[in-house]
């Protein structure tokens, strides 16, 4: 099989494509030739430092380290056990997170529980690119802020792989949701079904916006997340996508009477089939905006890395 491995952390030029043997595959594993690889923001902060890389290892030692969450593809083989899937079978999944998903490759191990069948109406393309963002947004939405009919919603980076999907659902809750991200967005974002957007490069939110029942904050700033605090009303949630800042919001948080929720992203076939349902009778859809060939990886981590993909970006493999 081809993959590319990650020699040592720190830029592009550290993914080696190369030639490795298949591996084997035990009881309550699946083997699947991949089809389509998602690109994700983790990605680059795996691939950037050993700290991180070594956080979502737990430490554990691999020969081969070779990132990717996000898979679609087809059934190869089946392990012991493994009785949802067989051979032929079309399926998506965010690979062993937290661990080492290693679907940077033309064939990949994967737990059979952390699968779950490709919808039809979704080509491979688009299945291998939504998982994790989906998953996430789903948490985010669904599980922890448990967004409610005509709760109004503040979503950061509407346009991006989470935010755009996290419209989608609490679109799907019946919340009134707002959508914040640059202008040149403003497009996509209201054809989300936004109730109205916002250009953050032409106000701070806060003189927009006050009284918000529930932010989801997807922007890798304190100092962002804080401001979000200030315009959320008395017992109202906020979701940040970096858990470990925690700490740095516990006494605004406090101070404000919010709730403060923290999301992690967790491998599971049972969401992914959920979110499948939503996928299936045409509510929620990923939007694809570019997409590169496995030679290309780097180029797509390269778009990923600029802050500036709008939904998401692909990697076919042929
Ligand atoms: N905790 C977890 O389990 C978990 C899981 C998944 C992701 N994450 C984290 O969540 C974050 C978002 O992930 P993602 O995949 O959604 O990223 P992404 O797709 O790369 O986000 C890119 C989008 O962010 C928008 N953006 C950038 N700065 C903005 C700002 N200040 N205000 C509003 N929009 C802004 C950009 O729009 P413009 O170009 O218009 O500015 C762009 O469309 C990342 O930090 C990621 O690591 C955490």
Same mark, same amino acid.
């Given at each position: 099989m081809e993959a590319y491995i990650l020699e040592k952390n720190g830029g592009l030029e550290n993914l080696k494509k190369t030639t490795l043997a298949t591996p084997t595959i035990k009881a309550g594993e699946v083997l699947i030739q991949t089809k389509s690889i998602g690109i994700n923001p983790i990605d680059i902060q795996v691939r950037s430092s050993k700290d991180i890389l070594g956080m979502i290892t737990g430490g554990v030692f691999h020969e081969h380290v070779i990132l990717g969450w996000d898979v679609a593809g087809i059934v190869e083989q089946v392990g012991d056990g493994v009785i949802a899937f067989k051979p032929g079978d079309e #399926?998506?999944?965010?690979?062993?997170? &937290?661990?080492?998903?290693?679907?940077?490759?033309?064939?990949? %191990?994967?737990?059979?529980?952390?699968?779950?069948?490709? &919808?039809?109406?979704?080509?491979?393309?688009? !299945?291998?690119?939504? &998982?994790?963002?989906?998953?996430?947004?789903?948490?985010? #939405?669904?599980?922890?802020?448990?967004? *409610?009919?005509?709760?109004?919603?503040?979503?950061?980076?509407?346009?991006?792989?989470?935010?755009?999907?996290?419209?989608?659902?609490?679109?799907?809750?019946?919340?009134?949701?707002?959508?914040?991200?640059?202008?040149?967005?403003?497009?996509? %974002?209201?054809?989300?079904g936004v109730d109205q957007f916002l250009n953050y490069t032409e106000s701070p939110f806060e003189t927009k916006v006050s009284n918000i029942d529930v932010v989801i904050d997807t922007i890798n700033s304190v100092e962002h997340v804080l401001r979000s605090i200030s315009v959320i009303k008395k017992g109202g949630r906020l979701v940040y996508l970096q858990p470990?800042?925690?700490? !740095?919001?516990?006494?605004?948080?406090?101070?404000?009477?919010?709730?403060?929720?923290? #999301?992690?992203?967790?491998?599971?076939?049972? #969401?992914?089939?959920?979110?499948?349902?939503?996928?299936?009778?045409?509510?929620?859809?990923?939007?694809?905006? *570019? %997409?590169?060939?496995?030679?290309?990886? &780097?180029? +797509? *981590? +390269?778009?990923?890395?600029?802050?500036?993909?709008?939904?998401?970006?692909?990697?076919? %493999?042929?």
């Amino acid at each position: 099989m081809e993959a590319y491995i990650l020699e040592k952390n720190g830029g592009l030029e550290n993914l080696k494509k190369t030639t490795l043997a298949t591996p084997t595959i035990k009881a309550g594993e699946v083997l699947i030739q991949t089809k389509s690889i998602g690109i994700n923001p983790i990605d680059i902060q795996v691939r950037s430092s050993k700290d991180i890389l070594g956080m979502i290892t737990g430490g554990v030692f691999h020969e081969h380290v070779i990132l990717g969450w996000d898979v679609a593809g087809i059934v190869e083989q089946v392990g012991d056990g493994v009785i949802a899937f067989k051979p032929g079978d079309e #399926v998506y999944g965010l690979l062993n997170m &937290p661990g080492l998903g290693s679907t940077y490759s033309t064939k990949v %191990v994967a737990q059979a529980d952390q699968l779950t069948h490709k &919808p039809e109406n979704l080509s491979f393309t688009s !299945a291998g690119a939504t &998982p994790m963002s989906a998953m996430t947004a789903w948490q985010a #939405v669904i599980t922890l802020a448990n967004i *409610q009919k005509g709760d109004k919603v503040l979503i950061h980076a509407a346009s991006g792989g989470v935010g755009h999907f996290a419209v989608q659902f609490a679109k799907e809750r019946g919340a009134y949701v707002i959508g914040t991200a640059s202008g040149k967005n403003e497009e996509f %974002v209201r054809s989300l079904g936004v109730d109205q957007f916002l250009n953050y490069t032409e106000s701070p939110f806060e003189t927009k916006v006050s009284n918000i029942d529930v932010v989801i904050d997807t922007i890798n700033s304190v100092e962002h997340v804080l401001r979000s605090i200030s315009v959320i009303k008395k017992g109202g949630r906020l979701v940040y996508l970096q858990p470990h800042f925690a700490e !740095a919001l516990s006494a605004k948080l406090e101070e404000s009477v919010v709730s403060g929720l923290g #999301v992690f992203v967790n491998s599971s076939g049972k #969401v992914l089939t959920e979110i499948s349902t939503l996928i299936k009778a045409g509510k929620v859809a990923p939007k694809i905006t *570019q %997409v590169f060939q496995f030679d290309q990886l &780097p180029d +797509a *981590q +390269a778009a990923v890395e600029s802050g500036r993909a709008t939904g998401k970006i692909a990697v076919e %493999v042929k």
